[in-house]
Nanobody
Framework: QVHLVESGGGSVQAGGSLTLSCAVS????????MGWYRQAPGEVRELVAQVTSGNSPKYADSVRGRFTISRDNAVSVYLRMNSLKPEDTAVYYCYSKLADYGLVTNDYWGQGTQVTVSS
């Protein structure tokens, strides 16, 4: 079984910063992609940033230059969010595309963490 556990959400005023963390655990053979999505009320879930093995990070246009995705080992990913805006308010979900010990590749999601930015 595979688990993604997020932390670091919260409330902040516009212009502030937050860092989200996500750790993957379980029967993992290899991780292809790790990233962050977000979903605001009444909106579809959208990609915020992701990093795929061997490739440069990918960012949504709305966050490029303000957010930075990073990985410090094989199973953890972080999202540093600077210059936050009220429109960044959403539930943020950690995401990973990985292969388990049975070499089956699936998409996995964390439980979500709320980020609220007040004006």
């Amino acid at each position: 079984q595979v688990h993604l556990v997020e932390s670091g959400g919260g409330s902040v005023q516009a212009g502030g910063s937050l860092t989200l963390s996500c750790a993957v655990s379980g029967a993992i053979f290899s991780i292809n992609t790790m990233g962050w999505y977000r979903q605001a009320p009444g909106e579809v879930r959208e990609l915020v940033a992701q990093v795929t093995s061997g490739n440069s990070p990918k960012y949504a246009d709305s966050v490029r230059g303000r957010f930075t995705i990073s990985r410090d080992n094989a199973v953890s990913v972080y999202l540093r969010m600077n210059s936050l805006k009220p429109e960044d308010t959403a539930v943020y979900y950690c995401y990973s595309k990985l292969a388990d010990y049975g070499l089956v590749t699936n998409d996995y999601w964390g439980q979500g963490t709320q980020v609220t930015v007040s004006s």
